[in-house]
């Protein structure tokens, strides 16, 4: 499903807006999140291997929380297109590990592997269990430029405030601040956003535009690198 050039800047918009809720309180004992990115040809053959998977993942402490197929996206933050993307929930870290590693070589012959992210939620870890069918999901992977930190947060904390007013806003599901990739240079943070429906992302956008444009001036002064993908759910 590819999306148009308005989807994709809005996408960008509300994921650099939910950084916001997620600045604050983070604990070094908060379980491990794991987003996967792969470039899959034959779903059935996919969806065969990934029961396998799983089975493995139980050993490591896992769970696929998320699945969904990309869509589309833009940006350039060093790897090729996913197709398919799994957001997996871990009691601690897997990727610093070769053992941990290895467990996603069972995915090997179905997909070929675009990228590994893993590291801490930032916030509290989402307990939404509701089916993720209906939904449109964002998933945004992002560098910061650092050059001012607390000139990054004030902008943040004013668009935050800005968007928990209004109709229509996005939900986080889970902010990863990363620590550990294989297959990419190491991106600061991972943000999984999602709409109730996309007409409700659809009214946020046109209901809008002003934000957006703050948005973007926030993105000029803070932003360095960013890949951003729309993703249809699966579960």
Not at 124 to 149: M, T
Not at 159 to 165: F, H, I, K, N, Y
Request: charged share 20%; hydrophobic share 40%.
């Amino acid at each position: 499903m590819e999306l148009s050039y308005r989807h994709f800047v809005f996408a960008l918009s509300a994921l650099t807006l939910s950084f916001v809720a997620f600045t604050s309180s983070a604990f070094a004992s908060s379980p491990s999140g794991v987003i996967a990115l792969y470039d899959v040809a034959d779903d059935a053959v996919f969806d065969d291997a990934l029961k396998g998977f799983e089975r493995s993942l139980k050993e490591q402490g896992c769970v696929v929380a998320r699945e969904g197929r990309v869509g589309g996206g833009q940006g350039n933050i060093g790897i090729e297109m996913p197709n398919w993307m799994l957001h997996l929930t871990c009691e601690g870290p897997v990727l610093d590990t070769a053992e941990g590693r290895a467990v996603f070589n069972r995915l090997g012959g179905s997909g070929t592997m675009i990228a590994l992210l893993e590291g801490r939620y930032l916030g509290a870890v989402s307990q939404d269990q509701d089916p993720a069918a209906g939904r449109a999901y964002l998933l945004k992977l992002s560098r910061y430029s650092n050059s001012d930190p607390d000139a990054r947060d004030r902008d943040l904390a004013a668009l935050g405030a800005r968007v928990s007013t209004l109709a229509d806003a996005y939900r986080n599901e889970s902010v990863v601040e990363i620590h550990r990739a294989v297959g990419m240079p190491t991106p600061d943070e991972a943000v999984l956003l999602y709409y109730a429906t996309p007409e409700a992302g659809e009214r946020f956008r046109d209901n809008n535009q002003d934000l957006l444009e703050q948005v973007g001036q926030f993105n000029r002064a803070h932003l360095t690198e960013f890949a951003y993908y729309f993703i249809a759910p699966i579960r």
